[in-house]
């Protein structure tokens, strides 16, 4: 395994280990059938789960006498909204859980040498972006998480 999965796995079992969080997945599922997409996000009969993709890289130059590379990855979870009016402060909840745990490890066990992104240096799992959206035919609440690794090689 590479580096870059240990960093992917990492994250994938501190994601999945935060409670209630649904499924997580290790990559973007692509199906051309809205029901079988859905099925990928359901977990004790509701629709909850997020997925995890690396979107960006770069590399500072080895004169330093190291590379350091930054990875930018994109989380995003969907669940369905209840009837009760309470989804939203679930998933706000959701949300804010799988932060904390994130930051609880600024090093992922010692894989990545820091969470700060180095241009804006920001810290940890940021949140983008949150809406309603239509996921696979069913209305439901929306979050856009991007993170920053650094890794020194």
Do not use: N
């Not at 240990?6 to 994250?11: E, K």
């Not at 890289?57 to 669940?79: E, K, N, Q």
């Amino acid at each position: 395994m590479t580096l870059l999965a240990d960093v992917r796995q990492a994250l994938l079992e501190r994601i999945s280990a935060v409670p209630g969080v649904g499924v997580v997945h290790d990559h973007e599922p692509y199906i051309r059938q809205d029901a079988k997409l859905k099925e990928l996000y359901v977990a004790d009969g509701s629709l909850c789960g997020w997925h995890l993709r690396r979107i960006a890289s770069r590399t500072l130059s080895p004169s330093v006498g190291r590379h350091i590379d930054w990875h930018r990855w994109v989380l995003r979870g969907f669940m369905a909204f209840s009837g009760d009016g309470t989804s939203e402060k679930e998933f706000d909840g959701l949300i804010e859980a799988i932060r904390l745990d994130i930051a609880g490890d600024e090093t992922l066990g010692g894989l990545i040498a820091g969470m700060t992104d180095p241009e804006t240096f920001e810290y940890g799992l940021q949140l983008e972006d949150a809406q309603p959206v239509l996921f696979c035919g069913v209305l439901c609440h929306s979050a856009k998480l991007t993170l920053m690794t650094e890794i020194i090689r």
